[in-house]
């Protein structure tokens, strides 16, 4: 069993920066696929950012080159560098942690980005 946690999250004005971190405990963190998704209210959640066990990542069309997803498998720990930040960015933003058929979630971390 996994368990993520999310951290990094916070009020911030448009145009500026958060880093989103997600640790992880209970499980061999290298071998799990990562990602980071977010929900806004009223919406449904959508995938962000991807990175593989393998180390290659994918990112949203809205997102992609303002965000950049990391991991670092000594420290356990997933991250979300996210730049030039947006009002539409506002969401509680989760991590997931999928292998095979096991896929775990974070309890999610709340981003507001006031105009």
């Known amino acids: 069993q996994v368990q993520l946690v999310e951290s990094g999250g916070g009020l911030v004005q448009a145009g500026g920066s958060l880093r989103l971190s997600c640790a992880a405990s209970?499980?061999?963190?290298?071998?799990?696929?990562m990602d980071w998704y977010r929900q806004a209210p009223g919406k449904q959640r959508e995938l962000v950012a991807t990175i593989t066990s393998g180390g290659n990542t994918n990112y949203a069309d809205s997102v992609k080159g303002r965000f950049t997803i990391s991991r670092d498998n000594a420290k356990n720990t997933l991250y979300l560098q996210m730049n030039s930040l947006k009002p539409e960015d506002t969401a509680v933003y989760y991590c997931?942690?999928?292998?095979?058929?096991?896929?775990?979630w974070g309890q999610g971390t709340q981003v507001t980005v006031s105009s």
């Open positions: 997931n942690a999928h292998v095979g058929i096991r896929n775990y």
């Open positions: 209970g499980g061999i963190f290298g071998i799990y696929n």
